[in-house]
């Protein structure tokens, strides 16, 4: 039976509703000029080579603008009605050229203010990659990738109007609007006083509008956020998605989430759009005031005002409403760029939650010792995935964690690798506190291998090579070769140079497993985590492996998580975990006469290979 239309509504929300992050909620913060200073302070480093030229092509623009009517209305008065030609050509040349300097000058300010403006966008994304790049992985695990995407590209893209013409011409404007009710009130105080008596009202409309605005346009950032998310996940999940016939659900979900975003800047845009009719209200009142009374003031026999000075007021007239035209549209950029300010900042505000002390130190020789007293760990603060856990990894053991799935495995590599801090207790490495290490100095001496395995963009040597940039290609090559992947590689068209799209897609499972491994191997740990990382490989590709690592595993501290138990017989140590607690830890041969937790594992796998 088919739904209703409002069953349809229903589902589409339902749907949606998952896209609701907590850190994407509206920012509702007051605008304030503290946080416009610290944008601006992007602005430092080029200050005296572009801002000093930039304001001075500003100033001969605006001061071109000011004179043009001031001579309209001398040509009238001295020149056109006494009929001295001489004085109208001398008057019509000076204007001509002030208007080519203006012409030039506004050249010369685009140009170094898009210069200017690009600089800072440049350093502003520098600033936000490099220190997301530094971040914890809580601060990702309650994120997705597209929300921030969204804060490094869109965010940082919609200051860019802001920064190539928003602020030199929110100066050049406000500078534009004092000289010209300076002259207003120098060629006729009375009048200029009448007609800019609707300017303190349409301020006290526009002040309404302000924070309507802005958090309309942080409405757009979010629903774009949620838009970018999705594109993200459908890309990242397209086979899942086809594998299961989801096309159609898949296309009226993103039609759902691109309506919200359409609908968001729609109503964002619409709000803007009440700003310029405002304006142009007052302009037309002004200007209404203007002709009457400047008629009556020409024809009353009192008044000194001239026919030259009353063109040039209405010159004026019209240019004072222009510039507040514009200061309105650079309000709007200004509360766009407000908006996505916020959200750069609160990103370059989040601090790490594994930080490092300033006294952290650097481990000279490095014998791979792990430790673990009285650690506990959770992960949402309510539930824990570890209690009280001792441990002691040996300096150079090869040590096996097993376990169902939540049982605590992937936690404890995740704590060596420091990835997380403990809620309770400590790690150590040799003795000395994880907490207590220079984190980049740490993770030198760790290398992990997961079982999904990630590919950047580049070459297999690039690939293989990202875990130690400095190897020579010699090295990549040995590396390859001792872990079974240099067969595979040279069968390719280009061998090691042969071009890889992200995660690899033309390689198999297991070739992007064996160059996983490969990249782990060359930058030589002491260190070497593997987490499931032989899940995904064929039994034969796995004894390849075996070998290779039996040789390079020597005088290294291995951990390795598997659920292949088969492929761990030979390790030093096994540790049984479950739901965060140890149950029993030795050898293959000593738990399995215990007839405990692992002889049960082992018993249940075995019975499950019997099956097939």
């Not at 965060?580 to 002889?599: D, K, P, R, V």
């Given at each position: 039976?088919?739904?209703?239309h409002t ?47 930039t ?49 030039l ?18 350093d502003i ?38 920064f ?32 800019l ?129 514009r ?7 200004l ?29 000279a ?53 420091r990835?997380?801090?403990?809620t ?29 395995t ?17 190897a ?14 240099h ?37 030589d ?61 030795g ?5 399995m ?20």
């Amino acid at each position: 039976m088919s739904q209703t239309h409002t069953e349809v509504q229903r589902t589409q929300e339902q749907k949606r509703s998952r896209f609701h992050y907590t850190v994407e909620q509206i920012i509702d913060k007051p605008f304030n000029w503290k946080q416009m200073i610290r944008l601006l302070s992007y602005m430092k480093p080029y200050a005296k080579s572009y801002l000093p030229k930039t304001i001075l092509a500003m100033l001969v623009v605006s001061a071109v603008r000011l004179a043009a009517p001031i001579f309209i209305g001398w040509s009238i008065d001295y020149a056109i009605a006494p009929g001295n030609m001489s004085l109208m050509t001398t008057i019509a040349l000076t204007v001509l050229f002030m208007y080519l300097a203006s012409w030039l000058a506004n050249i010369l300010r685009i140009r170094w203010m898009n210069e200017l403006g690009q600089h800072m966008i440049y350093d502003i994304r520098r600033a936000l990659f490099n220190h997301i790049q530094r971040l914890s992985h809580r601060f990702f695990d309650q994120r997705s990738a597209g929300s921030i995407l969204v804060r490094v590209i869109n965010d940082v893209n919609s200051m860019q109007d802001l920064f190539t013409n928003g602020v030199v011409n929110l100066i050049m404007d406000i500078a534009m609007l004092l000289g010209i009710v300076i002259i207003l009130f120098t060629l006729s105080p009375e009048l200029a006083i009448l007609v800019l008596i609707v300017v303190p009202i349409m301020f006290f409309i526009s002040t309404k509008l302000r924070k309507n605005i802005r958090r309309s346009w942080q409405k757009v950032r979010i629903r774009q956020s949620k838009l970018n998310s999705h594109l993200n996940e459908s890309i990242q999940g397209i086979r899942v998605t086809q594998a299961y016939a989801q096309e159609h659900e898949n296309m009226e979900f993103f039609d759902g989430v691109n309506t919200d975003n359409y609908e968001s800047w729609r109503d964002a845009t619409k709000k803007n759009a009440i700003f310029r009719p405002i304006v142009e209200m007052s302009g037309a009142i002004g200007t209404v005031v203007l002709i009457w009374y400047g008629a009556y003031l020409l024809q009353s026999d009192t008044s000194t005002l001239t026919l030259g000075v009353f063109v040039s007021f209405a010159f004026y007239l019209g240019m004072f409403w222009e510039p507040i035209s514009r200061l309105g549209q650079v309000y709007n950029q200004l509360l766009v760029g407000m908006a996505s300010s916020e959200r750069i900042f609160e990103f370059l505000d989040e601090k790490p939650s594994v930080p490092e002390k300033e006294e952290a130190k650097v481990l000279a020789d490095v014998k791979g010792e792990v430790t673990f007293e009285g650690v506990e760990f959770s992960y949402d603060e309510k539930r824990k995935a570890l209690h009280c856990i001792d441990l002691t990894f040996e300096a150079g053991e090869t040590i096996a964690l097993v376990g169902h799935t939540g049982s605590g495995k992937s936690t404890i590599v995740n704590l060596i690798s420091r990835f997380y801090d403990p809620t309770n207790g400590k790690v150590l490495l040799d003795g000395v506190d994880l907490r207590d290490l220079k984190l980049d100095d740490l993770r030198k001496h760790v290398s992990y291998v997961l079982q999904d395995t990630f590919i950047f963009a580049g070459t297999i040597m690039d690939n293989i090579r990202f875990g130690r940039p400095d190897a020579t290609d010699e090295e990549v090559k040995n590396a390859a070769r001792a872990i079974g992947a240099h067969e595979f590689i040279m069968k390719l068209e280009d061998g090691y140079n042969t071009e890889v799209e992200e995660k690899g897609s033309v390689l198999s499972v297991g070739e992007r497993q064996l160059l996983s491994f490969a990249r782990a191997l060359l930058a030589d740990p002491r260190i070497l985590i593997l987490d499931e990382a032989t899940a995904s490989i064929d039994t034969e590709t796995e004894l390849k492996i075996q070998e290779g690592l039996k040789k390079l595993l020597a005088g290294r501290t291995a951990i390795m998580i598997a659920h292949r138990l088969s492929t761990i017989r030979d390790a030093d140590k096994i540790v049984v975990l479950e739901h965060g607690h140890i149950l029993e830890e030795g050898t293959h041969e000593q738990l399995m006469s215990n007839h405990g937790a692992y002889y049960q594992l082992v018993k249940s796998q075995y019975a499950a290979m019997m099956k097939k």
